[in-house]
């Protein structure tokens, strides 16, 4: 990896909102999906998480966008309340995407705190369950004759209104060390650095359960040559 794409990760990676994040539920059109992790890309979320079908997976590869799809990370939970409660215990404020007399006007929205936002099936909108764990609802305002955006694009709305308020309050300033603590950890960091710019040795390691070495300032694998030997050996030779 050159030097240059090593800085580029790095900036990226120093702009990502480790305390923002989606939870798609049921949200089962690839080429939604695709565009809402396009957007959280695009925003500096960093991981998103789901509720799906155990073989959604496998056929949402096939479709999403391949660029922003590999620096988004994706967590799959099996059940909405599990999501939810993984979330809360992160501290975060759970609002969800449902038009009823309790939502407000998603500009009420304080998302310079810790937020996820749950998004609904297209068809249906989001469950019960979903809506009655959810802190609060929040609604787009609609003037047309439609009640509803399409998800991917009340994504991208909702987003980026929590950019722009995280804007202004200096989220996105890598300069920023009061914010320090809401970056992505350089663990997390190197572990990307790894896995994207050596995709390859990284399924290798994965494959055979050894630690991610030190990715350099200059883009190289700075490892020792016991862990180039134990990559090069498989245990079972």
Request: glycine share 4%; net charge negative; hydrophobic share 40%.
């Amino acid at each position: 990896m050159s030097a240059e794409r090593y800085a580029r990760i790095r900036h990226v990676l120093s702009k990502r909102q480790p305390d923002l994040t989606l939870l798609l539920e049921q949200v089962h059109k690839p080429h939604n999906v695709s565009a809402v992790i396009r957007t959280a890309d695009a925003v500096g979320v960093h991981e998103i998480h789901t509720v799906w079908e155990d073989d959604y997976d496998e056929r949402l590869r096939d479709h999403t966008a391949a660029g922003s799809n590999n620096w988004v990370g994706v967590n799959k939970h099996h059940s909405i309340s599990g999501a939810v409660s993984a979330l809360k215990k992160q501290n975060m404020q759970v609002l969800v995407t449902h038009l009823d007399e309790s939502a407000v006007d998603y500009r009420e929205i304080d998302y310079t705190l810790p937020t996820a936002i749950i998004l609904g099936q297209e068809l249906t909108g989001a469950t019960q369950e979903a809506i009655a764990l959810a802190d609060k609802s929040i609604v787009i305002p609609m003037c047309g004759m439609t009640q509803s955006l399409n998800v991917s694009v009340a994504t991208a709305v909702v987003l980026y209104e929590a950019q722009r308020q995280r804007q202004q309050k200096g989220f996105y300033d890598v300069n920023n060390r009061a914010r320090h603590k809401q970056r992505v950890s350089e663990a997390d960091i190197q572990r990307v650095l790894f896995q994207r710019g050596f995709p390859v040795l990284f399924e290798m390691c994965v494959a055979k359960n050894l630690s991610f070495p030190h990715i350099n300032e200059h883009g190289e694998i700075d490892a020792t040559q016991q862990w180039w030997d134990a990559l090069k050996y498989n245990t079972q030779d």
